[in-house]
């Protein structure tokens, strides 16, 4: 699991990382010192998971989450305890106490890495291949299973694909399964002559547009061959019409 540990104090992130050494399925990718810093690099590496401090100059941990438009899996490493509920209600995975303990750490861990193989072994059957990077065509067909639902379902059905805080909800005739992955892990698997990101929680399949309109402040609004609208953000709009305007 790709990890980025989140903490102003710098012993307390070599503490950490100390601790985790001992984990092989943990791979620290970077740290932060700092929310601000902590929200470059989620954006720019896209982790697995975090470790992050509550308390923090500038942005808290719970401020830094709320700038995100992908969450990681979250656990939260604080000195104070009456944070648990809220950290708890914004879908962390667990909540650990400073000094870290490493039999609380290793209890945490045993609880992420259920989570993780539970949720991302379907992900990682419809996603990958032998060429691990390779980028599905509209023509290739996935695996995909949601709890005891599983479907084989061509790319070309699938219209759109939506954020959903840590998951990513999958839309293709009447279903829409969810998939804990980040909707900048399928962008970098998928056709972009076929799918487009329109803004930060949606990505559409251009063969089911059935027409555009402008939209404020410079943006466009899509409407799907089902009668959904997406709106493609004032950004997004101008790579639109960069990329397909005569």
Not at 71 to 99: H, W
Request: with cysteine; hydrophobic share 45%.
């Amino acid at each position: 699991m790709r990890t980025i540990i989140i903490d102003d104090e710098r012993l307390a992130r070599e503490e950490l990382k100390s601790l985790l050494k001992n984990y092989a399925e943990i791979e620290i990718i970077s740290e932060a010192k700092n929310g601000e810093e902590g929200v470059q690099l989620i954006n720019e590496l896209n982790p697995d998971l975090i470790f992050l401090d509550v308390n923090m100059p500038g942005l808290s941990g719970f401020d830094l989450l709320k700038q995100l438009d992908e969450i990681p899996l979250v656990v939260f490493v604080t000195a104070y305890d009456e944070y648990a509920i809220k950290a708890f209600e914004v879908d962390a995975l667990d909540y650990m106490l400073k000094p870290v303990d490493p039999e609380r750490l290793n209890d945490a861990l045993k609880k992420i890495t259920a989570r993780f193989v539970e949720d991302n072994i379907p992900v990682e059957t419809a996603f990958t291949d032998v060429q691990p990077k390779k980028v599905l065509s509209a023509t290739d067909s996935v695996f995909i299973r949601d709890g005891e639902k599983c479907w084989f379902v061509e790319l070309s059905s699938i219209r759109m694909l939506e954020s959903e805080g840590n998951y990513v909800k999958v839309h293709f005739d009447q279903f829409r399964p969810l998939i804990l992955r980040s909707l900048g892990s399928f962008e970098e698997r998928l056709d972009p002559d076929y799918f487009f990101r329109a803004n930060r929680k949606f990505i559409i399949n251009l063969k089911w547009i059935e027409k555009i309109e402008n939209w404020f402040n410079g943006g466009l609004i899509v409407e799907l061959k089902t009668g959904e609208k997406v709106e493609i953000s004032r950004r997004q709009a101008i790579r639109f019409r960069e990329l397909w305007s005569l």
